[in-house]
C-alpha cells in the first residue's frame, strides 16, 4: 500500500488537504504573535496581549524574586576544583595516627569527613592499648579547630614572619655558647635527632647511633607530672631509668597505693583494657583489686576493697606489706584499722605470687625501691611486670631540671628551647624570674601559654593533627603519627623549625626525615617480616603502630640482674603526718588531666566521673569534716560551696570552693592539677591553678603536701551534673552482688525477676512482670533487625570517655557553666554515679529515706552509663501531642526535630530522664559565644555532618548513633551481605576503652548482644514499669566474700 | 384565724427596688462618666499586663531557657499558672448552667460575673500552653489539620492533644452561653443610650433584640439548650486536663483519682475567684443588694464541700501510695510531705484542706472580710496544689541521678504576675462596658409583693406615694 498513514490528525491530513500541508512545512502550524511583543511601539501598544504579558512577566517577576529570596546565598562552600582521589563527599576517611601530649599515649584512629578531622577514637588493633583511650584524646579533635590558636611565629609578643624568625634565631644559635632545651618526654628518635641537628650538634651528640643515645645534659627532659622518684628508684633497681609495662591481663591480685592506674597514672590506657578482661565474674578467676588511698580515685571506685589511707602513710603501707611479705625494711607499726587490710591484702599477695601487681602512686625514691622489693619477692618481674620492654612515655628527671632553672637564673643560659611544657605555669615564679635572665628564649606553644607570653620568641608547632611524628612508646614497639589536614595557619611543626635551623637538614621536611630515620634505625630491627622498605613503611602508616618482641633471653637476664637487694633493709619510712591542718593530695581529674583538657570545652563539660562536677576544680573533704566546719555537703542550683584559702609553704590559693567528696581520707584533701586555663573566649580561667602548691621534695616533686586551710567570706556556685548521692536503695536502678553469691548460681539471690501478683481462678499468683502488657508489642522481635545495647557494669569504669566521645559524633552543644549549674547539660549520654549508704535500705520511712541519702563514710561507688533506653513501649512516644517521637521498625525510638514544638512532656514522661531540650539558641544565643566552638566558624568544623544541629526549642536524646546505623546498614547492602555483628558501633561502644558498651542486633540470635541479653546478669532498669527498654545492664559483681566490707 | 406561710427571704434585699432601679443600678457604671477609681485599677492592670507581655516577648525571642526550667522538671509554674487559670475558669460555667438546670434561682446575680471570669481565665489558661512550648510558631501543628506535610498526623494518644479539644470547646460554649445571655441587657442599653456611637455599638451587639415574648421564648429554650451542653464540659475540661498527669509513669501522675480529684478541685477555687471578684464588685458598684450575703453563704457552703472533697482526695492519695507497695509512688508521696518541697506540701494543706473548714461557723461564712480573706487563701492553696502535683512528682522520679530542684526566675513569676495583669484588664473592661449583672434575669425574681404596703400605715403610704391635687 502506497498510504503508510495508520494514524492522521484529522481528515485534512488523510485528504492531504493542499491547505493543510502549506502549513505543515511551518513548524509552528498557527502564527505566533511575535511581532505583537517583539515589534515597534506601535504594534505593541496595538497589541491584544499586552496586558497578559504584562502580568504574566509581572507573576514572573514576583514568583522569581521571592523563589530566590527564600534561599540565602551559600558563599563557604567551594567546590573541589580537582576532587582528590581519596575524598569522596559524604565517605568518611579514617587515618591510624598516635597521640602523644607529653603526658597521655595512644594510638589512635582519626575519622575525617570532607578532609576534615571531626572524631577521634583508639585503634583497636594496637597491641599496647587494644583500643583504649581516655577522654582527652577523644576531645582532642576539638582543640585543632581553637580559634585561640596561635596564628603566626611571634617575636616578643608580636606577629611577625618565619623568616625574621627563623634568621634570627639561626643567629642567635650560632653566637650561643649555652644553648638548652627543654621539653616534655620525648618519645620520638626523629625529634630527638632534629633537635640535635638543629643546633650544628650542639644540643646533644647523637653519633649516628639510635641505640646508644648519648643524651647530653643541654638536653632536659621535664614532666609536668612528675614520676622522676619512681625513675630514679628504677634506675637503682634494674640499672635502668625507665617505667616498666604493666600486664593487669595476668594480675590476679593487684594493690594500689595511691596510684590512680585507671585514671592519671602512667600510661592509662595501656592498663584499661587489660584490667576489664580481669574483671569478668564468669571466667575462672576474678582479679581482687585493694586500693589505699586518700583522694577517692576512680582506681577507688572500681576498687573491690577501697581503704582511705592519708598520703603520709602510703610509705608505711608500702614498708609493712614489704615486711609481711618476708622482707627486711623498718616499717613504722600501720593504725588498727590500716594493719587488717594490709595483712588482707598480703594474705591475697601471697596467694597469687607471679600473678599479681603491687603500685604506688608516690614519687618518693624510697617507697618506690620498697615497691619494687615487694614485686620482686612477689616474683612478678617477667611475668605481670616487664623493665625489659619498658615504657618511654615518662622520662623527665626533676634533678636535671632543678639545676636547669639553677643554671638559667645565673645568667648562663644564651638560648633556651621550650617545647611541650608549660614550665611557667607547672615551676611557677622560680622558672618565670629565671627565664628573665636567658638571652633568647623559644617557644613552640600552640596556643599561648604563661611561658610563651615570657619568650623572645614563639614558633607556633602545628596541633598534633597536623603533624607528622614516629614515636616509641614502648622498647620494642613504634608508632606513627600521620597529619589528617594541612596546617589551618601559619603554623610550623617544632621539628620542622628544628631542621630548618639546622646546617645539614635546612631543606629537609620532618616527613622526609622521619622516613630516613626510620628506615636507617627502625626498619633493620625488623627481622621477622620479609617486606621492603616502602612496603614496610606503608603498613606500618597504615596500622599506625608496629610492634617486635624483644629477645626472651634478654628478659630473663634483666628479671635475675635484680636479685641483689637494692639496700630496701637500710631505708627508714617516717610515718609522721604532714604539717598543717590536712595532707593535701594533688592528683588530676579524668577529663583535664594536667592540663590537656583545661582550655577544650568539650572536657570542661564532660562531668568528673566521681563528683560529677564541670567546669572548675575544687577541694574535695570528708562531709563529715566539712560539717564540723559548717560547710554547705549538698551542692545544688541554689546551694553554692563554700570557699576556703589554701597555703603550703608560704604559696597560697586564695579563694577555692570545698566539694564533698564521701570517702575521702579523714584528714586529708584533694584538688585537681591542670586548672586555672582560659577556655575558649572566656576572659577569666576556669578553675584555679594548683601547680604553685606542688612541693619540691629531696629533689623530686611532691604531689603530697601539708596545707594550712583557713575559711573565705562568700559563697561560689558549683555546677554538678548529679546533685544526689546515693540510690535510694532502689535495686531496680543498680543490681550488684559479690561474687560469692554470684557464684554461687541462683539467680534470684542477685538478680531477681520482677514479680505482679494477680487473680486467677480465685487465686492470688505471682506472674513474671514480662507477662502484663498494657499494650500491643511492636512487631520488631523477630522481624529484621532491632537495635539494641547491653552494657557491662563490671566493665565499666566510669571513665567518661564515652560522654565525649559522644558529644564529638553527635554535635552535642557545649552550655557553660551556668546552664550545667541550672541542670541543663545537653549530655546525650551520662554515666550515673551513686555511692552506697550506711543507712539500712529496707527502712522504708520518712526517717529512713533521710538516711538513704546520705553517702557511707567510705562507700562503694557504682557507675552506670545512662542514655535513651529506647523503650519498646516509651512513655514519651505516647504523649508526644504531634507525634514527633515515634518507635522504628527496628526497635529505635526516634525523634524528628522538625516536627518536634517543644512541650517537653516527652522528657517530664521519661522515667530514665534522659531527653535534653534545647532550652535556647546554642548556635547564636549570646551567652553561649564564649563557650560554644560551634558560634564560631572554625569551631564548627569539628561538627559531624551526619548529624543534623539542632534547632531552639527541640527536644533531642541519644539516637544510638542511627547514621552510623544507617551507614552500616547500607555497607552490608553493597557488600550483598547481612549486617555482621560488630559492624555497626556506637560511638559510646566504639570509644569504651573496656568494652563495657555492647551495641548489636538482639534478633541476630548469634550476635554478642544477643547471648548477653539473655545472660544471668542481664536486667533492665526500672523493669516493673514495663516500658521495656532496648538496653540491658549485666549487674555488677564485686570480688568479694558475702561477709566482706 | 388564717396562717401566712413563713416567706422565704428575699433574693433581692430592700423595699425600694424597682424594675427601674434594677437598670439604673446596673448601668450606671456604663452610662455613667468613667471614675477616678476605674482609671486607677485600669492604669495599674494595664502596666501589670504589659510588664507580662513583655516577659512572653522576652520569652518567645530568647527560649524556654528563660525560665527556671531543668532537665528534670520540664514544666514548673508554666502548667501550674494553665492548671490553676483552667481550674478558676470553672465556676462560671458551673453556676451559669448546673445551677439553671437545679433551678438555683440565687445564680442570676452572680452568673454573668462569673461567666465573665470564666472567659478571661480561660484566655489566660490557654496562653500557657502557647508559650510553654518551644517552637510556638508551630503550634498550629497540634491541630489535625489536613496538609502537605507528608504523612502527619497529630498523637490521639497525647493527653496534650486532648487538652486542645477540651479546652477549645470549653471556650468556645462557655462564650456563646455567656454571650446569648448578654444579648437582651445589651439591648436594654442600646434603647436607653443616649449618644450615637455607644447607641450603634450596642445594637450591633444586641443582634436586633426586640424583647418580644417569643424572642424570650427561644432565649430560655437556647438557654437551657446551653446548659445542658455546658453541663458535661465542666467535669470533662478538668478531668482531661487531669489527664496529662494520669496517664503518665510519673509517680505522683501516675493517678486514676486525678479526674474527679480535678473538677472538685476546679470549682474549689472557682467559686474562692468568684468570692475574691464579687465582693470587691458589689461593694465598688453599689449592687449589695442584688449579690447578698445570703449568695455569699451559699458559694462559701460550695467551698466547704468542695473543699472537702479536695481533703479527701489528697488523703486518699496518700493511703494509696502506701497501700500500693509501690516503691516509687510510696516515695514520691513521702517525698511530698518530707522532701524539699514539703513547705510547699503544707502550705497547699493548710491553705485548702484545714482553713475552709472554718466555714462551718455562720459567722464567719457570713462575714465578708473574713470570706474575702479566706478566697484569696484558696486560691494561693491551689496554685500551690498544681505546683505539688507538678514539681514535687517530676523532679525526684525515678533515678536519683537526675533528681533536682526547680527554681523560678524572673520570667516565670513576671509572666503569671503579667497573667493577672491582663485578666483584670479584661475583667476591667467588662466591668465598664458590659452589664454587670443578668438583669433583664434578675427583674424575673424581683418580688412585687404587696405585703410592704399590706403593712404600712396611710400616712407612710402617702408620703410614698403623693396624690397629686
Redesign the interface.
Known sequence: MANSKKYWKGLEQLNNDPKFLASSRNEFPEELPVDQFLGDKETLENSSTSRRDFLKYLGFGVAAASLAACESPVTKAIPYINKPEEITPGKANYYASTYYDGNDFAPILVKTREGRPIHVIGNKESKLTKGAINSRIAGSVLSLYDNNRLKNPLKNGKATDWKTVDAEITKALAEGKNIKILSSTLLSYSTKLALSKSAGEKVYDIQGNFKGVKIDTNFVEYDEISYSGMLDANKTTFNKRAIPTYNFEKAKTIVSVGADFMGNWLDTPMYLNDYAQTRKPDNDWMSKHFQFEANMSLSGTNADVRIPAKPSEYGVIVANIYKQLGGSVDAPAANANLESKIAAAVKALKDTKGSSIVICGSNNKNIQLIVNGINQLLDNYGKTINIVNHSNTKAGDDAKVNALVEEMSKGEVDVLFIYGVDPARSIGDKFVSALSKVKTSVSFATKENETSKLCTYVCPDNHALESWNEYNPVEGCFTLQQPTISPLFNTRQAQESFLKWSEEYKTVSYYQFIKEVWEDFIFPENGVLSLNFNEHWNKALHDGEICFEKPQAEALESTTAFVNATGISSIKIDGASFAGDFELELTQNASVGAGAGADNPWLQETPDPITKVTWDNYVTMHPSEMKERGYNTQL???SPANLISITVNGKTIDSIPVVAQPGQAKGTIGIALGYGKVVGNMTEPTGKNAYPLVENKDGVVSYYVGAIIADVAGTYPIAAT???Q???G?DS?VRETTLATYKQGDKDAYNPEHKLATHENGKTVKKNIKEFDLWKAHPVENIGHRWGMSIDMNACIGCSTCITSCNSENNVPVVGKD?VR????MHWM?I???YSTDADIED?S?SG??KMEDPADNPQVVH?P?MCQHCNHA?CE??????ATTHSNEGLNMMAYN???????C???C???V???????YLA?DKFTEINPAQDDLGRMVLNPDVVVR?????EKCSMCVQRIQEGKLNAKKAGTKVQDGAIQTACSASCPTNAITFGDLNDTTSKINSEMNHNRAYR??EE?G?QPNVYYLTKVRNLENNEA | MHKEAAIREPLILGDDVTYTKISNDVLATIEGKTTKSWKVLMTIATIVGLWGVGNILYLIGVGIGTWGLNKTVGWAWDITNFVWWVGIGHAGTLISAVLLLFRQKWRMAINRPAEAMTIFAVFMAGLFPLIHMGRIWMAYWILPLPNTFGPMWVNFNSPLLWDVFAISTYLSVSLVFWYIGLIPDFATIRDRAKSPVPKLMYSLLSFGWSGNAKAWQRFEEVSLVLAGLATPLVFSVHSIVSMDFATSVIPGWHTTIFPPYFVAGAVFSGFAMVQTLMLIVRKVMHLEQYVTVKHIEYMNIVIIVTGSIVGVAYLTELFISWYSGVEYESYAFINRFSGPYAWAYWSMMTCNVISPHLFWFKKLRTNLAFTFFMSIIVNIGMWFERFVIIVTSVHRDYLPSSWSMFYPTWVDIGIFIGTLGLFSVFYLLFLRYFPVLAFNEVKSILKSSGEKYKNMSDEDFKKLHPVKK
Open positions: 545544688g542550683e541554689e548529679q546533685t544526689h546515693t540510690v535510694m532502689r536502678v546552664e541550672r541542670g541543663r547539660e551520662r550515673d554515679r551513686y522504708k520518712i529515706y533521710r552506670q545512662m512513655g505516647t504523649v508526644c501531642p504531634v507525634a516536627r518536634c514544638i517543644g512541650t517537653r512532656y522528657a517530664n514522661n522515667a530514665y530522664k531527653r535534653r531540650f534545647n532550652w535556647f539558641n544565643y534547632a531552639r526549642g527541640v527536644m532498669v526500672i514499669v516500658q
